[in-house]
């Protein structure tokens, strides 16, 4: 589905991502984990044609991406759904849901894919017509993945979703992942929340200082008293 080979990324003179190589493969949930700075969402973002790479390549169904600007890569089938949501806040959830579904040429299949979204996040249906500037962080969270379904992509990556959500709404983030997960939606989710989204996860990479130190199943990486130690507060006996 996804295979990232080499990639350096940087901001003008500061290199922060340093060989960076992985794969995603079909109908996977995979986890991205490290701490603030390690170059988690500068990957995805330059995987997504947000950010210029200066080397590496980035295949997406066998597909060269690597260079092409953001809409390019939504047309190919990734869907992005940053941290920052970039909603649109004086218009109602239906029209982000909409907007979200403009690369879809078929009427059919966008009410098809509306009808679906609504039945993973069923509080969207009941305030379709809210203004999303007046919605809870989770319900924003919820119409920022909803909408980013909306395209229909191949792969979607979450870049911190429950980041600075309800204990409550966090919960409702992790159920709709772990819906995607049982439908087999290809997923890629950067998260702080490592325990939650090793759980909801097949595989994981943790990364450090913009290069990649260790990967293996989730469960695994569960028990891995490293892991435990660095980032689930675990002290070793």
């Known amino acids: 589905m996804l295979k990232v080979k080499d990639l350096n990324v940087g901001y003008g003179y500061l290199q922060v991502i340093w060989d ?13 984990l490290g701490s603030n700075g390690a170059g988690k969402t500068t990957a995805l973002k330059a995987i997504a044609g947000l950010l210029p790479h200066i080397s590496g390549e980035i295949a997406l169904n066998s597909e060269d991406i690597a260079g092409l600007k953001a809409n390019e ?37 966008v009410s098809q894919t509306l009808e679906y979204v609504y039945s993973l996040f069923p509080r969207l249906a009941d305030r379709k017509r809210q203004l999303v500037g007046t919605m809870s962080g989770g319900e924003r969270q919820m119409v920022a993945i909803a909408r980013g379904l909306m395209s229909n992509p191949h792969l979607v990556m979450l870049d911190e979703p429950s980041m600075g959500l309800s204990p409550q709404n966090v919960n409702v983030v992790f159920s709709a992942i772990a819906t995607l997960r049982e439908q087999k939606v290809t997923v890629v989710i950067v998260e702080q929340n490592v325990a939650a989204t090793l759980e909801a996860s097949d595989r994981a990479y943790v990364m450090e200082q913009g290069r990649i130190v260790m990967e293996g199943a989730s469960g695994e990486l569960l028990l891995n008293d490293d892991v435990k130690r660095r980032y689930l507060g675990v002290e070793d006996h």
Request: glycine share 6%.
């Open 20 to 32: 960076l190589s992985f794969h995603i493969e079909d109908s996977e949930v995979v986890a991205i």
């Open 73 to 109: 890569v939504v047309r190919r089938g990734l869907a992005f759904i940053p941290e920052e949501r970039n909603l649109f806040a004086g218009m109602s959830v239906y029209e982000n849901l909409i907007l979200g579904a403009y690369i879809v040429k078929d009427s059919k299949k």
